[in-house]
């Protein structure tokens, strides 16, 4: 069983900047595909960025060039690093492992919210 806990996520000024965590728990954290997604109000969850075990990176189009992806596997934890944030990217960011002949698993969302 791994349980995913996102961190990281508050109040930004539009063109601000922040770096939400994913924290796993479990073994074999560096063979889990890692990505982060995001859902806005009314909106369909939708897909950020990935990262593989084998560190193969894809974003967005939306988000390239302005988010990057990263991991640190002795610290089981995935980073997502927001810049130049826009307020209608206010959302729940949400982590999302997979391994392969293993259950999806997702954390429980961190909260991106714009201030005036």
């Known amino acids: 069983q791994v349980q995913l806990v996102e961190s990281g996520g508050g109040l930004v000024q539009p063109g601000g900047s922040l770096k939400l965590s994913c924290v796993a728990s479990?073994?074999?954290?560096?063979?889990?595909?890692m990505r982060w997604y995001r859902q806005a109000p009314g909106n369909q969850r939708e897909l950020v960025a990935a990262l593989g075990a084998s560190d193969y990176t894809n974003y967005a189009d939306f988000v390239k060039g302005l988010y990057t992806i990263s991991r640190d596997n002795p610290k089981n934890t995935v980073y997502l690093q927001m810049n130049r944030l826009k307020p209608e990217e206010t959302a729940v960011y949400y982590c999302?492992?997979?391994?392969?002949?293993?259950?999806?698993?997702w954390g429980q969302g961190t909260q991106v919210t714009f201030s005036s």
């Open positions: 999302h492992g997979r391994r392969l002949g293993y259950r999806d698993y």
């Open positions: 479990g073994s074999d954290f560096s063979k889990y595909a």
